[in-house]
């Protein structure tokens, strides 16, 4: 069973300061996707990295996938309160194995961003 | 264009009741999945359907069966509720069966059972 820990599992910090999520596993991924979800709404994809120490930046949002494909992590600069949410990553299992097709996810990083 | 659509979006039940919960998606896609979603547990998959016509087990799918009515919906029922089902239930689809396929979610249903 592939297995992804993220942490923390609760950050609360004041506006205009810099923040960083990890998401970490001992199990291979063949992708990571970054997904943030609202109170009442479902989970929106963020991004998706595939190459091992891929980096890909949206706006103030940096994401890097470990050289191993073992772990990520998500980078936000200058937080807004509009950043405010729950923080999911989810990895992709290559082809051939059982969990080919399907998301593993982690248990969610919580950020609130204060004014 | 609303994408994935959930109903009912709020359901109360008595330990013992069955319910159907449906999910719609507009977008065409081939793969449809069915999700609870616990405190500190992140999302666990339940039943998924890699394409029309076929249904197969998550990671936890006992005390729940799914129908892939058509392609584009895609039903959770739970034939005798239970206290240890109360959660958040999503439903999601992507365009293919795969490897880098984002999911694209419902809204949620949130479901106690009493």
Known sequence: TQLLEQS???????????????????SVF?????YRQEPGEGPVLLVTVVTGGEVKKLKRLTFQF?????????????????????????????????SYGKLTFGQGTILTVHP | NAGVTQTPK????????SMTLQCAQDMNHNSMYWYRQDPGMGLRLIYYSASEGTTDK???????????????EFSL??????????????????????EYQPQHFGDGTRLSIL
């Open chain 1, 8 to 26: 923390p599992q609760f950050l609360s910090i004041q506006e205009g300061e810099n923040l960083t999520v990890y998401c970490n596993s001992s």
């Open chain 1, 30 to 34: 063949s992708s990571l996707q970054w």
């Open chain 1, 66 to 98: 470990g050289d191993a494909r073992k772990d990520s992590s998500l980078h936000i600069t200058a937080a807004q309160p509009g950043d405010t949410g729950l923080y999911l990553c989810a990895g992709g299992a290559n082809a051939g194995g059982t």
């Open chain 2, 10 to 17: 709020f359901q109360v039940l008595k330990t013992g009741q």
């Open chain 2, 58 to 72: 998550g990671e936890v799918p006992n005390g729940y069966n799914v129908s892939r009515l058509n392609k584009r």
């Open chain 2, 77 to 98: 029922r739970l034939e005798s509720a239970a206290p240890s089902q109360t959660s958040v239930y999503f439903c999601a689809s992507s365009d293919y069966w795969g």
